[in-house]
């Protein structure tokens, strides 16, 4: 048998159309996304705008434009800097925590409520702020939000979704963080020009409108069969939602699958204990490492600090911020694509694609700025375009692969007794390492100047391999019936075939 492949015959599928119902309810949902996005969007922006460094973080900008003598990997450092970024994942990793439970027990629609709600407010608050301690007080608020909605809406979309389209769905996730981030990034650009120095103030606030969305929109949506079934509702009535959403009228088969995984998981009183026994190893393993594995292909250093990278290597704010529109732009249509395929061609080779794509574009970048920025002066305006390129290169290969994919796969590899503590734990890592990223990269290009871009094209050449050898596809595999792929799988099935015996 092939490296992570499966014999689908022994998978069924259930029957079910792409309704309007369901398209309006994910769209909705989907709103999680872009708030998730214009954040990563804004935050990056704001952080390098002349307006906003003069008001928050003098020090930083008075050695930008004074310290001629510092080093260009250097003029950005600082930690009360990197601590407005962080300090909304740090947030977000505490309150997904306590989101498992809620999502578990009060369903996915009060979490994605509750999450819009708490991101409405970091907005205002962040908008209207006048010290530093509003602006972090305010990132706190928007990162309580993030850890509800991004531990609610992945689920929420795998859930409704029929199975032979549920890859493009949850990949609809990432497309929305990515036109959340391209929204933002054109926001800054203009927010950028408005003189009298406000425009900060427009581009984090304006977070609230689609926050604002997904909060009202949530009073309004359907909860997920799933859920429902979960919490104890009248079957008679899931049968009649079901049917409505997935447009046939036999969904016998799908309920009662759906009754059998909630039954399972009635029995398990501590899921965060469950998750540990060996057979649920390899998921235990995925929630770990695939969060992980994203965060460190580099893309958040692109996403939180593109500008300011951009700033590092000589261009001018206006020119930096508007290479963000581009790189965005790219993202967002690579993450289009990469819902059309992964269907048709499955999550593995999008994987293995983007993770070569993205490894020859970070050491391609590396390169350039090991050999043409030195500590002062800056890059020639060729050599400067010539890495916007592979940066573009960069961010289209996470467009089809680890962006969406890094959400898709563990939102659809857990059975439901280990769902919400499962996605918990992945969304918890998710927040840890990017904050951990977001906290260091600044010191790190500081320190490890250029070696920083091979640093991350290391992880990518290991997170490919691990893929090759360990993911197994989950392409048209029926969410109720996923361990199936664990078991046929050449390395997992040695730990979780005949777990009677250990």
């Given amino acids: 048998m092939a490296v992570g492949s499966m014999d689908m015959a022994s998978t069924s599928q259930y029957g079910g159309k792409?309704?309007?119902f369901v398209v309006l309810s994910c769209i909705t949902a989907g709103m999680g996304g872009v708030i998730f996005g214009y954040d990563i969007g804004v935050?990056?922006?704001?952080?390098?705008?002349?307006s906003f460094l003069k008001k928050f973080l003098p020090e930083v900008y008075k050695r930008m434009l004074e310290d001629k003598d510092i080093s260009n990997y250097c003029k950005f450092d600082s930690q009360l800097l990197t601590a407005f970024t962080s300090s909304l994942y740090i947030a977000g990793l505490i309150s997904s925590i306590f989101a498992?439970?809620?999502?578990?027990?009060?369903?996915?629609?009060?979490?994605?409520?509750?999450?819009?709600a708490a991101f409405v407010a970091g907005a205002a608050i962040g908008g209207a702020a006048v010290n530093l301690f509003m602006v972090i007080f305010a990132r706190v608020l928007l990162g309580v939000g993030l850890g509800f909605a991004n531990q609610s809406v992945p689920l929420y979309l795998s859930e409704m979704a029929p199975s032979k389209y549920r890859g493009a769905f949850s990949n609809s996730f990432q497309l929305l963080v990515g036109i959340g981030a391209l929204i933002a990034n054109f926001i800054n650009y203009g927010a950028e020009k408005i003189r009298d120095g406000w425009g900060w103030r427009i581009s984090i606030a304006l977070a609230a409108v689609p926050a604002s969305l997904l909060t009202l929109g949530a009073l309004f949506l359907p909860e997920t069969p799933n859920s429902l079934i979960q919490q104890g509702k009248d079957p008679q009535k899931v049968s009649?939602?079901?049917?409505?959403?997935?447009g046939i009228e036999n969904v016998d088969q799908e309920l009662e699958d759906i009754i059998k995984a909630s039954d399972a998981s009635k029995e398990v009183k501590h899921p965060f204990k469950k998750i540990l026994e060996r057979?649920?190893?390899?998921?235990?393993?995925m929630a770990f490492l695939i969060p992980f594995f994203q965060q460190v292909t580099g893309i958040n250093v692109i996403a939180f600090y593109n500008p300011i990278l951009l700033r590092t290597i000589g261009m001018a704010e206006s020119a930096s911020l508007l290479s963000s529109v581009m790189t965005g732009v790219i993202g967002t249509i690579s993450t289009f694509i990469s819902m059309i395929l992964?269907?048709?061609f499955g999550r593995r080779i999008l994987f293995l694609a983007g993770g070569v794509q993205m490894f020859i574009s970070q050491v391609i970048v590396g390169t350039i700025v090991a050999t043409q920025l030195q500590d002062q002066g800056s890059v020639s305006k060729d050599y400067a375009y010539l890495m916007i390129v592979f940066i573009c290169v960069y961010?289209?290969?996470f467009g089809w692969s680890w962006g969406p994919l890094g959400w898709l796969v563990p939102s659809e590899i857990f059975p439901l007794e280990i769902r919400s503590s499962g996605q918990s734990i992945n969304v918890a890592v998710n927040f840890l390492f990017t904050s951990v990223v977001a906290q260091t990269f600044l010191a790190m290009l500081c320190h490890m100047k250029s070696g920083l871009f091979f640093f991350f094209a290391g992880w990518l050449a290991v997170m490919t391999v691990f893929v090759y050898l360990f993911l197994p596809e989950t392409k048209n595999v029926p969410?109720?019936?996923?361990?199936?792929?664990?078991?046929?799988?050449?390395?997992?099935?040695?730990?979780?075939a005949n777990e009677e015996k250990f």
């Fill in 18 to 20: 792409i309704t309007t």
């Fill in 43 to 50: 935050s990056g922006g704001v952080t390098s705008m002349d």
């Fill in 100 to 116: 498992s439970r809620f999502t578990e027990a009060f369903g996915r629609k009060r979490s994605m409520l509750f999450g819009g």
């Fill in 240 to 246: 009649a939602l079901l049917t409505k959403i997935r």
């Fill in 279 to 285: 057979r649920y190893r390899p998921q235990l393993v």
């Fill in 342 to 344: 992964v269907d048709r």
């Fill in 395 to 397: 961010v289209a290969g």
């Fill in 479 to 496: 969410i109720e019936k996923i361990d199936l792929v664990w078991k046929d799988h050449w390395f997992w099935k040695r730990i979780v």
